[in-house]
């Protein structure tokens, strides 16, 4: 049985920081690509980082480059997104993906999901 499962989203004000965890386990990751998607209401998933399981490789979307951080602490299973100087446009629900050829940025090319945590960011 393979879970991801993400955590650390809340509400947050714009300027404010916030830091998503994705608990992998039920199988090994080794060779595999872990990357982070949002979605809001009304719109279509979105890529926004991704990095292999080795942490030698990462990749943003420009709309987030140089305010969010991927990060692996293989020790632990887990891959995180720091984000920082958030704004409201980052409102989404972020889900926690896995696929074993590459980090795609199309979404329904990965093999594993989370079920998502709501990031909201509002004064």
């Known amino acids: 049985q393979v879970q991801l499962v993400e955590s650390g989203g809340g509400l947050v004000q714009p300027g404010g920081s916030l830091r998503l965890s994705c608990a992998a386990s039920?199988?090994?990751?080794?060779?595999?690509?872990m990357g982070w998607f949002r979605q809001a209401p009304g719109k279509e998933r979105e890529f926004v980082a991704a990095?292999?399981?080795?942490?030698?490789?990462?990749y943003y979307s420009d709309s987030v480059k140089g305010r969010f951080t991927i990060s692996m602490d293989n020790a632990k299973n887990t891959v995180y997104l720091q984000m920082n100087s958030l704004k409201p446009e980052d409102t989404a629900v972020y889900y926690c993906?896995?696929?074993?050829?590459?980090?795609?940025?199309?979404?329904?090319?990965?093999?594993?999901w989370g079920q998502g945590t709501q990031v909201t960011v509002s004064s």
């Open positions: 993906a896995a696929d074993r050829v590459g980090p795609h940025t199309t979404w329904y090319l990965y093999d594993y």
């Open positions: 039920g199988r090994t990751f080794n060779n595999y690509y």
């Open positions: 990095i292999r399981w080795s942490g030698s490789s990462t």
